[in-house]
């Protein structure tokens, strides 16, 4: 698919957005990830394929560029008002296994579901995309402010609970659970019910290791962590079960 009809597409998809739900008043966009994965045979190749991904690009480049110089079809100020305010989101399409010159950025055959065409990202894939989606939204300045204002946890008991006060089960195969996030650096760590002996270490977005601490044979899998001469930004949570690892990321604001 060419970039002008991704274009075409997405000035449709806005103006009807903005009239299914009138209080819209910011959209970020963003193209495909990397489609080079996706073989002739995949549904959808044609959009999320290659070059389909890469001309998305543009298709979002232009969008934002009409509505700056002044598109009617795409006026976000009132009175009268056709689409929302849009600006660009993180920019996830990297050239595959060639690291993206402004960040390093690439995108491994791991990063997609062995069930998804090679569109549809894996855990790993998803991770990598919503760390820099968090990332941007906590940074930028048009989101920074509403982003880290959100409505504060209140309840004195960080467990989450069904609807009926009980507690959901704990698969013994999940990965380790953080709330609240955003945080101020205290909070819940909710790991496997065989988390003894388990190692927990917590980076900063640099890598520095900021709290280290090993479970002993009687430790529960719900933890209380407080961390102390933290700074606001991203943190990384990696729990070594013997010679496995999971990891979770988190906000202290």
Sequence with gaps: MQPDSIYQKYVRAVVRMKDSFPNLKILYLTSHAYGGYAGDSSNNVEIAGEPAAYYGGFAVKWLIEDQIEGSPTLKFTNPGAEAPWMAWAPYYWADGTTPRTTDGLVWECSDYSPYGGGFHLSNEGKEKESNMLIQFLYNDA?????????NK????????????????????SAGPLIY???????????????ASGAIIRIMDEKGTLVYSEQLD???????????????PGLYFVQVLYGTTQETATFIVQ
């Design 217 to 231: 044979h009687y430790s529960t899998f719900n933890r209380n962590i407080q961390m102390t001469g933290t700074h």
């Design 153 to 172: 946890w209140t309840n004195c008991d960080p467990s989450p609970r069904y609807a009926s006060g009980q507690f959901p089960p704990v698969s013994e």
């Design 180 to 194: 609240p996030s955003p945080n101020n650096g205290t909070f819940s760590l909710r790991l496997r019910k065989d």
């Design 142 to 150: 048009s989101s920074k402010k509403w982003f880290r204002s959100a």
